[in-house]
């Protein structure tokens, strides 16, 4: 991080290529120069911007798999909001999750043209963890905060300014563009209002929580946890105190972030980043393309499939109770076509979701056994993307593994007289040995 002072004015640019990932070394960094500048005399305010490059793109991931390292980042954002002078944040780049949270603590925002500005938490199966489900609907108001939070989707400069989000575009060089920004804001002695104490979103409290109840009526069927409780969290942002307000985002925060869901989505988001593009890439930055080598693979699980569920019918389950389980599991598609999903499971309801997840993790293990694909991250990636397996689930080699792995192995061994499809390769052996099961295990 580098910093330096100017006519009163700190400015503070964040260095953690490539991406300015909040992880705790930058946050210890950010939050020891804060508490200098706060007792440092003549400071009147302070730009934090990047030194190059996005403002920051969120959080370090792999953090989020075990404790949080002090300060956190919610601790970060609150002493910002704490200083004695005014701030603001100078928005490049990927301004992403943790980044944009940093930025909302900040008594006003700048942006450059070109950043690429959203709080994509859900994606990862999270509530934000540092305040944006407080701060920003303070500023915006119900319908833009619950948009962003609960789509994860960006938003370009010029719409962040017609919301109220950021104050203004900054052309030319950013932190220089801070600056006279905030020495002009200091100069007209405009009113500094602390993202916490900002009403311009509770205008009109009764349209407010309106369209809140709107959007949780709508959530009800959801299998997905976070924009439940993303919808839970802004509408305690009117509701309660802020300080309340923020211990409730943290009880939210933390039921997701520990929770399978979140485990199975951070493990696709991986998945995707890692995987050979000859099977699967992001097309255009946006939307997931399986490609013939990709496709070739999903056609094999998709058979994997279908001999398993063929057998189950030969056994006696009916098409319908087959049907009835995978929907359950999570599939948008099922073998035999029906689509009632809901109610009490019947009899057998687990026993086929076994079965299933479990020749099709065996068909898995056979492909990276032969090297046709390099790891078993790569097959839950072209089974979300191939074969409408659910995403929430983080596929069927990760859905193995939290249906308990050994027991699963021990369950085979019985079914593996009835039928090849589930005789357990010696993959599976070896992910046992491990409590990540088949990400613990080398690639091929």
């Given amino acids: 991080m580098k910093s330096r002072i100017h006519d009163g004015i700190a400015v503070i640019a964040l260095d953690n290529p490539p991406v300015n990932a909040l992880g705790a070394a930058l946050r210890s960094e950010l939050h020891s120069l804060l508490r200098l500048l706060a007792d440092r005399p003549g400071v009147v305010g302070a730009v934090i911007g990047a030194s190059g490059g996005p403002l920051s793109a969120g959080l370090d991931l792999a953090e989020l798999d075990g404790p949080i390292a002090a300060p956190t980042l919610r601790e970060v954002c609150d002493q910002i909001e704490r200083l004695p002078f005014p701030t603001i944040a100078v928005l490049t780049g990927s301004t992403l999750g943790a980044g944009l949270e940093l930025a909302l603590s900040c008594s006003w925002r700048l942006s450059d043209p070109e950043a690429v500005i959203g709080l994509p938490d859900v994606t990862l199966g999270l509530v934000p963890g540092a305040g944006g489900t407080q701060r920003l609907p303070r500023i915006v108001g119900a319908a833009q905060a619950l948009n962003m939070l609960m789509s994860g989707q960006s938003i370009k400069p010029g719409a962040a300014q017609k919301a109220g989000l950021v104050d203004g575009i900054v052309r030319g060089e950013p932190l220089s563009g801070g600056v006279h920004f905030l020495k002009a804001k200091l100069a007209s002695g405009a009113p500094v209002v602390a993202s916490r104490d900002r009403r311009d979103g509770f205008a009109d409290p009764e349209a407010y929580l309106r369209l809140v109840s709107e959007r949780k009526a709508a959530l009800r069927q959801s299998r997905y946890l976070a924009p439940r409780r993303i919808a839970d969290c802004v509408e305690a942002a009117i509701l309660l105190p802020f300080v309340a307000g923020m211990e409730f985002e943290a009880v939210a925060h933390e039921e997701c972030r520990s929770g399978p869901q979140s485990h199975a989505l951070r493990h696709m988001f991986r998945a995707e980043r890692r995987i050979d593009p000859r099977f699967l890439s992001r097309e255009d930055g946006k939307g997931w393309a399986l490609h013939p080598e990709g496709e070739a693979v999903a056609e094999r699980l998709r058979r994997a499939l279908r001999a398993a569920v063929d057998h189950l019918a030969s056994l006696g389950v009916t098409p319908e109770a087959i049907d009835r389980a995978l929907l359950d599991l999570g599939f948008t598609q099922v073998p035999f076509g029906h689509r009632v999903a809901g109610g009490a499971p019947s009899r057998g309801h687990d026993a086929v979701q076994r079965r299933v997840v479990a020749a099709l993790m065996a068909e898995g293990c056979r492909m990276v056994e032969a090297g046709v694909i390099a790891r078993a991250s790569d097959i839950d990636a072209i089974a979300v993307h191939g074969m409408s397996y659910p995403r929430w689930r983080g596929g069927p080699m990760r859905t ?45």
Avoid at 400 to 423: C, P, T, Y
């Fill in 400 to 444: 193995s593994v939290q249906f308990g792995l050994l027991g699963l192995k021990r369950d085979m061994a019985h079914w593996a007289k009835e039928s090849r499809i589930w005789e357990a390769p010696a993959l599976v052996g070896e992910a046992v040995k491990y409590a990540a099961g088949f990400e613990a295990l080398p690639t091929v």
